[in-house]
């Protein structure tokens, strides 16, 4: 958009994003290792998210993410995205989102996607990146037996992007507080014919035991998981909910983080561990820091990453969407969106 005398702006739907990302997963997670990069190169702006609540829907939320997006590829902008879990009992997806792009040149907001599917992208990228970096020095290479904690949009699209980044299992369990949901993934997984033994659990224990990569992705507000030795094998754990475990395995893991201010905020599981103990001591690294080399990660206990994701993220995403569709002739401009462009009005 820069330098255009008159600014455009434009909507991209959901089936467009979809179409711009399916099958492009190890592209996807290429586009996050680099944004993580420029953030910890310091070369973005990522100020805390700003929660939206309600008094008469105490479970619901909608959550503004601002960011700015450096390196290569420069964009601002903003995602909007809306958490109601009582969705889910009418048949929605509990989560709806937009992303707004701004030019970095003008401010002009020069876009709105739909954004719920980059959202979960981004977000199964991230784990899926992290799954790769902390597996890259344990015994026994990568895991081969993966258990899914909590079967929704989220942890559909982490096993996409573990799949579509070269993981194989033998093994996938399976465990949800819904029995339907959980028979539903399964059966999503069995269409996929990913050539696993795919075992639904009842318990969490049961879960956690038997996988040795465990990826939480539920809804939960406060820590449900709090028995450390559950985890005594020694598992990847992708703590993407950030609020399943108990500060006392939090404390008792080698803890990577994406980005240590983020997450230790809003009463995560990490943010309770550094209440108790006063101190933040027990995280080990941030992604970033494995990814370049600067830290190493211990090999003796489990190793726990909690990604609060990161406005950014989006950003890198959402570009390359707007790109695509920009590059297949597929983009739909709202004409006249911008009326009032001279200083002193028409006359």
Not at 32 to 46: F, K, L, M, P
Not at 123 to 151: M, N
Not at 309 to 323: I, P, R, S, T, W
Request: net charge negative; with cysteine.
């Amino acid at each position: 958009m820069s330098g255009k005398a008159v600014p455009t702006f434009s909507v991209i739907s959901g089936a467009q994003v979809n179409e711009a990302l399916g099958g492009h997963e190890k592209q996807v997670v290429d586009l996050v290792d680099a944004a993580y990069r420029v953030h910890g190169q310091r070369d973005t702006v990522n100020p805390p998210s700003y929660f939206l609540t309600f008094p008469d829907r105490p479970t619901s939320r909608i959550i503004a993410l601002p960011a700015s997006l450096g390196g290569d590829n420069r964009v601002d902008g903003l995602k909007w995205i809306s958490s109601f879990p009582e969705n889910v009992a009418s048949g929605l997806p509990r989560a709806s989102a937009v992303l707004i792009l701004n030019d970095h040149d003008t401010g002009y907001p020069f876009a709105c996607l739909e954004s719920s599917i980059i959202s979960a992208a981004r977000t199964a990228a991230s784990a899926a990146l992290a799954a790769d970096w902390l597996s890259r020095e344990r015994p026994g290479g990568r895991p081969l037996r993966v258990g899914f904690f909590g079967v929704g949009l989220i942890a559909r699209y982490i096993h996409t992007y573990l799949a579509g980044t070269g993981w194989s299992f033998d093994e996938i369990g399976v465990h949800d507080l819904s029995r339907a949901h959980a028979g539903g993934f399964k059966e999503y997984l069995e269409a996929g014919d990913t050539g696993a033994r795919i075992t639904i659990h009842d318990n969490a224990e049961d879960l956690i035991r038997s996988s040795d990569l465990v990826v939480f992705a539920t809804i939960a507000g406060t820590p449900h998981v709090t028995e450390l030795d559950w985890f005594s094998h020694n598992p990847l754990v992708l703590h993407v909910s950030l609020r399943d475990l108990a500060p006392e395995i939090i404390l008792g893991s080698a803890n990577v983080l994406d980005d240590v201010d983020h997450c230790l905020k809003a009463n995560t599981s990490p943010h309770l561990a550094e209440q108790q103990t006063g101190n933040r001591d027990f995280i080990d690294a941030t992604l970033y820091e494995v990814m370049t080399g600067a830290k190493r990660v211990p090999t003796d206990r489990p190793v726990v990453f909690s990604p609060f994701g990161l406005g950014v993220l989006d950003l890198a995403v959402g570009k390359y969407v707007y790109d695509e569709v920009v590059r297949q002739g597929g983009l739909a401009v709202v004409d006249g969106f911008f009326h009032e462009l001279t200083r002193y009005g028409k006359r």
